[in-house]
């Protein structure tokens, strides 16, 4: 079983310190806003919102294969401004993965601007990992990221 990673990044216009509250101690109450056609519902089911937490993801019906997914924050580094979401149940998990991480690293490149680096690694738990590798995975993350920088350049605060 061989790790997999997808690498990409995005330039947002939305200052370091909004985003970085935005994906880490609001991540909960932001993501239904954000996209809202997608995600139904999130709620914290451990924790107190920092490291070890753990969120449980509640997507629509008929939106995707997945229903839901439980997602533990599994790295947190308020000086790098990084953050992984371990997914423990649901989503990718039930589509055959035996793991599946997200990390984010956040750089303010401008006083209302960031980069945002994305690393998607996961392992698949079937011998034909081809038929289900996640193409999209990093694309699906920038996707939100997008979204996110829309909401806040739309007035959010």
């Not at 109450?29 to 490291?51: C, R, S, T, Y």
């Not at 209302?112 to 996640?134: K, N």
Request: proline fraction near 1%; include cysteine.
């Amino acid at each position: 079983m061989t790790q997999q990673v997808q690498t990409s990044q995005a330039k947002v216009g939305v200052g370091l310190e909004v985003l970085w509250r935005a994906l880490t101690k609001e991540l909960r109450f932001v993501a239904q806003k954000v996209i809202p056609n997608l995600v139904k519902d999130v709620e914290l089911i451990e924790g107190d919102g920092g490291l070890g937490s753990v969120l449980l993801f509640k997507f629509h019906d008929g939106v995707s294969a997945m229903t839901y997914q439980k997602e533990k924050i599994v790295e947190l580094d308020e000086s790098l401004h990084q953050i992984t979401l371990e997914v423990m149940e649901g989503g990718y998990i039930s589509l055959g993965f035996a793991s599946y991480k997200t990390t984010l690293i956040l750089t303010a490149t401008g006083e209302q601007e960031s980069l945002v680096d994305v690393i998607v690694s996961y392992h698949h738990s079937q011998t034909d990992q081809e038929s289900a590798i996640p193409s999209n995975s990093v694309d699906s993350t920038l996707h939100f990221i997008k979204c996110l920088e829309s909401y806040f350049l739309n007035g959010a605060s």
